[in-house]
């Protein structure tokens, strides 16, 4: 079976300041994705980053950075210098390839992020 | 930028009610999801549609869910008799069979969801 953990349920922060939301996972695939997703407070999901199995190199992308680490099947996700636009929900999701193709996505339960002034 | 559109954004419906939640998918692909998230809760997978049929649900969709590809670009979730425990937005989504425009395959497109409230 298939598991995400996001044990932050909660986390506020004051702008400037970095932050690292955390994400565990559990899967018996050797082949499967990563996924981080920002759901601000207007409720839809915005897609972040992606990662298969086999690629753990870290990746920046300009105040967003992930570390992927298979040995403790962690996708840990940071934000350098908060602002408060990056208020919002962040979602770790794993992906599971279904047999006849496609893939489902497996949800933690999320990080509500607050930026404060 | 293709997106996944949904209509309508928010749906009231009364208790017992039959209700047709409608998605446009991206058009190119071959893959298309249903997910439900109850506020303030994570977002739960519903079903997953390829080649005209089912291919995965989870132990959410009961008989109560159907879901239909009517012509070739809408995809729809219907509710047969809401309960007030299906209020919740849900989320459509598609996704590529292949390695189309540098996309990654599997990587799937949400559409901005439609909020239903069972009154």
């Known amino acids: 079976a298939q598991k995400v953990t996001q044990a932050q349920t909660e986390i506020s922060v004051v702008e400037k300041e970095d932050v690292t939301l955390d994400c565990v996972y559990e899967?018996?695939?050797?082949?499967?994705?990563l996924f981080w997703y920002k759901q601000p407070p207007s409720g839809e999901l915005v897609f972040l980053i992606r990662?298969?199995?086999?690629?753990?190199q870290n990746e920046i992308s300009g105040r967003y950075s992930w570390n992927f680490q298979k040995s403790t099947s962690s996708f840990n996700f940071t934000i350098t210098a908060s602002q408060v636009v990056d208020s919002a929900v962040y979602f770790c999701?794993?992906?599971?390839?279904?047999?006849?193709?496609?893939?489902?996505?497996?949800f933690g339960t999320g990080t509500q992020l607050k930026v404060e002034l | 930028e293709p997106e996944v559109t949904q209509t309508p954004s928010h749906q009231v419906t009364q208790m017992g009610q039959e209700v047709i939640l409608r998605c446009v998918p991206i058009?190119?692909?071959?893959?298309f999801y249903w997910y439900r998230q109850i506020l303030g809760q994570k977002v739960e997978f519903l079903v997953s549609?390829?080649?005209?049929?089912?291919?995965?649900k989870s132990e959410i969709f009961d008989d109560q869910f159907s879901v239909e590809r009517p012509d070739g670009s809408n995809f729809t979730l219907k509710i047969r008799s809401t309960k007030l425990e299906d209020s919740a937005m849900y989320f459509c989504?598609?996704?590529?069979?292949?390695?189309?425009?540098?996309?990654?395959?599997?990587?799937?497109?949400f559409g901005p969801g439609t909020r239903l409230t069972v009154t």
């Open positions: 058009s190119n692909h071959l893959y």
């Open positions: 999701a794993l992906s599971l390839i279904l047999t006849g193709g496609g893939n489902k996505l497996t």
């Open positions: 899967t018996r695939d050797t082949t499967y994705y």
């Open positions: 990662r298969n199995s086999f690629d753990e």
């Open positions: 549609f390829y080649n005209n049929e089912i291919s995965e």
């Open positions: 989504a598609s996704s590529e069979a292949l390695r189309i425009s540098g996309r990654a395959p599997y990587e799937q497109y």
